[in-house]
């Protein structure tokens, strides 16, 4: 599997606090069955990191470290790019990443309040860059089915869903959500967002068995597989069609 979504550079963000468990976490990717991950810190919101720099040089370094204990793993740069009203001024600076270099930007939200992306998401468009909405089914508006997200889609957004909520660990409530976007084809991609080996533990294989036994092993090796490869490579993702959704399991609704 190709992970498109995880903190796992040391000190930049939330995630791993040095080397030695940047490390940890690259080799439990390893167990769980991933060979590309695309190391996603957050740039702007509380963590800034306003600079692509230190993200392509710990990304070398870990890839240098990685191949000196024969680690079986690829690292390459991205970010996990929080909403912000100069998203497009820093890619015209070169100071936000695409995932892998791609023309795939994979856009957070704002947890406190949904905000109309729409005009954003064509403008980004219209500049050939594609947004991914990383973990739709963790935002509060959505979880509380306040608001729905298919704007965005219509609008020409993709989705990620993260392993872990699909598999139970952030509750319930973000567990069903996740499988009720699944089941609406609305899905385009699931990624770890790992960002330990504890509570934040990458979750890929578990979630690939979960959806091949609701939904089948077609949608798990789109959504697992074949789209992070077509993100990695900057080419068009598969869609997931409606005959997923009329085989779904109906355990999570
Ligand atoms: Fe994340």
């Known amino acids: ?28 990717m390893v167990s769980d069955g991933i060979t590309d991950v695309i190391a996603t810190p ?15 040089q710990k990304v070398d370094e870990l890839n240098q470290k990685l191949k000196d204990s024969s680690v079986a793993l690829t690292v390459h740069a991205g970010a996990e790019v929080r ?62 089915s306040s608001k729905s997200p298919d704007v965005l889609s219509e609008a020409g957004a993709y989705f990620q869903v993260t392993a872990s909520s699909l598999v139970g660990t952030f509750g319930s409530s973000v567990q069903a959500v ?43 090796d789109i959504l697992c597989c074949q789209n992070p490869r077509c993100i990695l490579n900057s080419e068009p993702l598969i869609t997931p069609d409606q005959t997923f959704s009329s085989t779904a399991n109906t355990f999570f609704s």
């Not at 957050?42 to 392509?56: A, T, V, W």
């Not at 504890?198 to 690939?208: E, G, H, L, S, V």
């Open 1 to 28: 599997m190709i992970d498109i979504h995880a903190h796992i550079l040391p000190d930049i963000d939330d995630g791993p606090k040095d080397w030695v468990e940047s490390e940890a976490l690259c080799c439990a």
């Open 42 to 56: 957050h740039q702007l919101g509380r963590f800034g990191n306003e600079s692509c720099q230190p993200i392509r």
């Open 178 to 220: 996740a499988w009720h976007f699944l089941r609406d084809g609305n899905v385009a991609v699931v990624a770890s967002d790992a960002h330990d080996t504890d509570y934040r533990n990458p979750q890929m294989t578990r979630a690939y068995e979960m959806i091949q036994h609701n939904m089948g092993v077609e949608l798990a």
């Open 83 to 144: 909403l912000d009203e100069r998203i497009e001024s820093l890619l015209d600076e070169e100071k936000i990443l695409t995932l892998a270099g791609s023309k795939y930007l994979l856009l957070e939200l704002l947890p406190e309040i949904a905000l109309d992306i729409t005009p954003l998401i064509g403008r980004l468009l219209s500049r050939e860059i594609i947004p991914i909405i990383a973990h739709v089914e963790r935002y509060p508006y959505y979880i509380n």
